[in-house]
């Protein structure tokens, strides 16, 4: 198998326990998804900067895909390091690395995926396409929706979901992990038709 074979799949987040349940953290939710359903749990990597799980990913045998999954053990604005770190050790070019994060503007429970574009304000993304030096990556946009009234958007970011948004945040854990898998074995196309809601 040659190394072109592999796919970064990196989940955007804040390392640590206070974080666990932001709206910000969405992305290692939805990498702990993945890493389950490989049935694999995440080690401290030899780069020392992120935790990752290494195996396949999609229907076994033929259909399925080399796969690193990673969380960064740097706070969000600092993860685009450790992803280039990984990125170099893997040799995994910027258009196999697949990015999910949080996204303020798409509604709560919604998702949209692409591949490139801005950073729309995000300092994982912005992070991320310094140390890439290119912002030619997918992106699992998992939608949190705007803060309600006049809260600040960091505050926002970085506060639990409401109590009727856990109700429904493993079915958008689990559609956004199915995303990944798509991308992967079917392609941007056919996966943008069936998740851009």
Same mark, same amino acid.
């Given at each position: 198998m040659t190394d072109t074979d592999v796919w970064l799949v990196v989940g955007l987040g804040n390392p640590g326990p206070s974080y666990a349940g932001h709206r910000h953290n969405i992305g290692y939710l939805v990498v702990d998804e993945l890493a389950s359903r490989m049935g694999?749990?995440?080690?401290?990597?030899?780069?020392?900067?992120?935790?990752?799980?290494?195996?396949?990913?999609?229907?076994p045998g033929v259909g399925? =895909?080399?796969? @690193? %999954?990673?969380?960064?053990?740097?706070?969000?604005?600092?993860?685009?390091?450790p992803?280039?770190?990984?990125?170099?050790?893997?040799?995994v070019?910027?258009?196999?690395?697949?990015a999910i994060h949080d996204e303020l503007d798409i509604d709560f429970g919604t998702l949209r995926i692409k591949k490139g574009g801005g950073d729309n304000g995000h300092?994982?993304?912005?992070?991320?396409?310094?140390?890439?030096?290119?912002?030619?990556f997918f992106r699992v946009r998992a939608g949190i929706g705007r803060p309600p009234g006049r809260q600040?958007? =960091?505050?926002? @970011? %970085?506060?639990?979901y409401g109590t009727t948004e856990r109700k429904e945040l493993p079915f958008q854990i689990d559609s956004a992990a199915d995303a990944v898998?798509?991308?992967?074995?079917?392609?941007?196309?056919?996966?943008?038709q069936r998740f851009n809601s």
């Open positions: 694999s749990g995440f080690r401290a990597h030899k780069t020392g900067r992120a935790d990752v799980v290494e195996g396949r990913l999609g229907a399925s =895909a080399r796969v @690193v %999954l990673a969380k960064s053990r740097s706070y969000m604005n600092e993860s685009g390091g992803v280039k770190a990984l990125a170099t050790f893997y040799k070019p910027a258009e196999r690395v697949i300092n994982g993304l912005k992070s991320m396409r310094s140390s890439l030096g290119t912002g030619d600040d958007v =960091a505050d926002f @970011v %970085l506060s639990n898998e798509s991308l992967i074995a079917d392609g941007l196309e056919k996966t943008q």
